[in-house]
C-alpha cells in the first residue's frame, strides 16, 4: 500500500513538473559556467516543448531544427532526437513560471517563457498524411475547372508531382545537393551585396560615409537591387550563360512529360525571368501555340518569379542578418524551380492537350544588345521600369488597404460593434481586411498542412497574394515574421512556397496585354485562360508548399 501510495505521489508530482515545462520558450542565451557566450541568438530561436510529449528548437546561427521525444527523470530532462541525427541527450533542469534553465556539462541555456500554450508538433506520419490529403485537394481543385476531363493524361500528372517531391527531398535532406542551394544561395547573397556599394555612392553622406538612418527605406534598400539585378540578369543573357541553363533543363522537363519543346522552354525561362519577359523565349511560336500549351505558358508565368524581385523577397525575410538571408535564398530559389513543374501538372489538369503541336528549335529570338555596355544599359532601363512599377504598386495598394481597412474598422466595424467582438475573440484589433482574408483562406492553409496555431495568419498572407498581389504579400510576411507572429517556423516556411507567384487578379491583364502585344490571334485564348490561369499558378505555388511541409 505504501509502495501504491508512492507511486501515485510520484507520478502527480512528475505531472506539475511536466506541465510547467510544457510550452513554447525563446532562447536568451548560450554560456559557458564562466558567463561567456557559445553561440550568438537569433530572435527566431525557441524551443517548444508540448504535452505530448515531442520537442522542437531552432537554431538559425548554428542552421539546427532539431525535434525528438522528451521525458523527465528525477532532476533531469532527457531529449530523445529523430532530427538532426538520433541521439539521447540528459539536461539538469530548473523551471519557474517565466524562467527554463537547461545545463548539460558545462554548457548553461536559458529561456524565457514565451507561453503556455501547448503547442503541437505532427509526427512524421501525421505530417505526410495531412500533405498526401492537401496534394489531392488540390488536383481535385484543377479536376473541377478542368475544361476537357476525359483528356488529362494522368501519367504526366502524376510524374510532374513525382518530379516535385524528389527535387523537393534531395534538396532538404541529401547533404550534397543542400550544399549545391546553400552555396547558389551564399553566392546570390552576395552578388545582391554588391548593390550597396552603388546605394552608398548615391545616398551616403559625404561627411560620415554612410547612408543616414532616415533614409534607410523601402526605396533606399530594395529599389536599387530590382534594378541591379535586371542589368545582371541581361548580362548574362547577352554572355549566353542563361540560355544554356534553360535549354538543358527544359530539354529533361521535355523528355519526362512529353510536352512541346515551346511549352517546355517557356516553363524554365519562367524560372529566371517575368511573366511578360518569358513568352520573348518562344516568341516566333506563340501564335502557332495550341490552347494547351498557351495556358501551360500563362500557368507558369503566374506560379513563379522573377529573379529581380526574387533578390527584394530576400530582404524582406532576412532583414540585415546574412545567415537569414541565405537560409530563405534557399527556400526561395528551391520555390521557384519546385513552381515549374508544379505549373505544368496544374495546367495540363485544367486545359489538357489534345491537338498536335508544332516543331520547336531551341533558339532565343531576343535583343541582348550588340555588346556587354548595351546589355547593361537594356537590363538597367527594364529594372527602372519594373522598380518605378513595383514602387508605384505598393504605394497604391498600400493606401487602399488604408483606406480599405478605415471603411471597414472606424465605420462599419465601429457602428455595427464588430471591432469589440473581434478584438476580444481574435488576435485582430478589429475588423479590416486582413481579418477578413485571415479567416476566409485559413481552412484552406490548413488543408495544405498549415498547423492550425499559425492558420489564420497563413490564409490572411494568402489573400492579401491574391487579391492584391505578392509583394504587399511578402512585406507582411517580413513584418509578422520579425514581430514573432508565427507559433511555428514550419508555418514561415511553407508561406514562403505559398507567396512566391505572380497569381494575382492584376496578372490577368498583364498577361493579355503583354502575350496579346506578341500574338495577336491568341487573345481570345488568353481572355477566356485568364482567371483559370490565376488558379493554376496560385494551386502550383499551394503544391510547392504543401510537398516542402510534408518533408520538413
Known amino acids: 500500500m505504501k509502495k501504491f ?41 525557441k524551443l517548444i516543448i508540448n504535452n505530448n510529449k515531442e520537442f522542437k528548437y531552432s537554431l538559425y546561427h548554428k542552421k ?14 532527457e531529449f530523445n532526437y529523430n532530427q538532426p541525427k538520433d541521439t539521447v541527450r540528459n539536461y539538469n533542469y530548473s523551471v519557474s513560471d517565466n524562467e527554463l534553465i537547461l545545463t548539460e556539462n558545462n554548457t548553461i541555456y536559458k529561456f524565457n517563457r514565451i507561453s503556455k500554450k501547448k503547442g503541437f508538433i505532427e509526427s512524421k506520419s501525421l505530417n505526410f498524411f495531412r500533405g498526401f490529403i492537401g496534394v489531392i485537394f488540390l488536383v ?44 547558389i544561395s551564399s553566392a546570390f547573397i552576395k552578388i545582391i551585396s554588391f548593390t550597396d556599394a552603388g546605394t552608398n555612392f548615391l545616398f551616403a553622406s ?28 541581361s548580362i548574362f543573357y547577352y554572355l549566353g550563360i542563361l540560355q544554356k541553363i534553360v535549354n538543358f533543363f527544359s530539354l529533361i522537363l521535355r523528355r519526362i512529360l512529353t510536352l512541346s519543346g515551346a ?13 511578360t519577359e518569358a513568352p520573348l523565349l518562344v516568341k516566333p511560336y506563340l501564335s502557332k501555340m495550341t490552347k494547351s500549351e498557351i495556358f501551360c505558358l500563362m500557368s507558369g508565368g503566374m506560379a513563379t ?38 505549373a505544368i501538372v496544374c495546367a495540363k489538369i485544367i486545359v489538357p492537350e489534345k491537338n498536335k503541336f508544332s516543331e520547336f528549335s531551341y533558339k532565343i529570338d531576343h535583343n541582348f544588345g550588340n555588346n556587354v555596355l548595351e546589355a547593361i544599359n537594356i537590363g538597367t532601363y527594364q529594372g527602372i521600369k519594373l522598380a518605378i512599377n513595383v514602387a508605384g504598386m505598393l504605394l497604391v495598394f498600400t493606401a487602399l488597404i488604408a483606406m480599405t481597412n478605415y471603411i471597414f474598422k472606424d465605420i462599419i466595424g465601429d ?28 481552412p484552406v492553409a490548413w488543408i495544405m498542412g498549415v498547423p492550425w496555431d499559425d492558420a489564420v495568419l497563413v490564409g490572411q498572407l494568402l489573400g492579401e497574394k491574391t487579391i492584391l498581389n505578392e509583394f504587399i504579400a511578402f512585406k507582411s510576411l517580413g513584418e ?36 496579346g502585344s506578341l500574338a495577336p490571334n491568341q487573345t481570345k485564348n488568353l481572355s477566356e485562360l485568364g482567371l483559370r490561369a490565376l488558379i493554376a499558378g496560385t494551386i502550383a505555388s499551394l503544391f510547392t508548399a504543401v510537398i516542402i511541409g510534408m518533408i520538413m
Open 263 to 275: 511549352e517546355s522552354f517557356a516553363a524554365i525561362g519562367n524560372i529566371f525571368l517575368g511573366q
Open 206 to 233: 559625404y561627411i560620415s560615409g554612410k547612408i543616414d538612418p532616415p533614409l534607410i527605406n523601402f526605396i533606399i534598400q530594395v529599389i536599387p537591387t530590382i534594378i541591379f539585378f535586371s542589368a545582371l540578369t
Open 415 to 442: 457602428i455595427l460593434g464588430l471591432n469589440n467582438i473581434i478584438s476580444n475573440n481574435t488576435s485582430y484589433s478589429g475588423l479590416s481586411l486582413e481579418f477578413v482574408f485571415g479567416y476566409i483562406f485559413s
Open 64 to 77: 539546427v531544427i532539431a525535434t525528438g521525444k522528451w521525458k523527465l527523470k528525477k532532476n533531469l530532462i
Open 305 to 342: 518569379i522573377a529573379g529581380g524581385v526574387l533578390a527584394a523577397y530576400i530582404i524582406f525575410l532576412g532583414n540585415n542578418d546574412s545567415n537569414e538571408q541565405i537560409l530563405y535564398a534557399q527556400h526561395l530559389i528551391t520555390a521557384s524551380i519546385l513552381s515549374a513543374p508544379a
Open 5 to 45: 501510495i508512492f507511486y501515485i505521489l510520484l507520478v502527480f508530482n512528475s505531472n506539475i513538473y511536466s506541465s510547467e515545462i510544457v510550452g513554447e520558450w525563446k532562447f536568451t542565451s548560450i554560456t559557458n559556467i564562466d558567463n561567456d557566450t557559445l553561440y550568438e541568438i537569433s530572435d527566431n530561436d
Open 140 to 183: 481535385l481543385i484543377c479536376f473541377v475547372f478542368s475544361l476537357d476531363r476525359n483528356n488529362i493524361n494522368w501519367k504526366l500528372v502524376l510524374k510532374g508531382i513525382l518530379i516535385q517531391f524528389i527535387l523537393a527531398y534531395s534538396v532538404i535532406n541529401i547533404p550534397l545537393i543542400s550544399s549545391i542551394f546553400e552555396f
Open 480 to 515: 509578422m515574421k520579425s514581430a514573432n507572429l508565427f507559433t511555428y517556423d514550419k508555418s514561415i516556411i511553407m508561406s514562403t512556397y505559398i507567396l512566391c507567384g505572380f497569381a494575382n487578379f492584376a496578372s490577368i491583364g498583364i498577361q493579355i496585354g503583354g502575350i
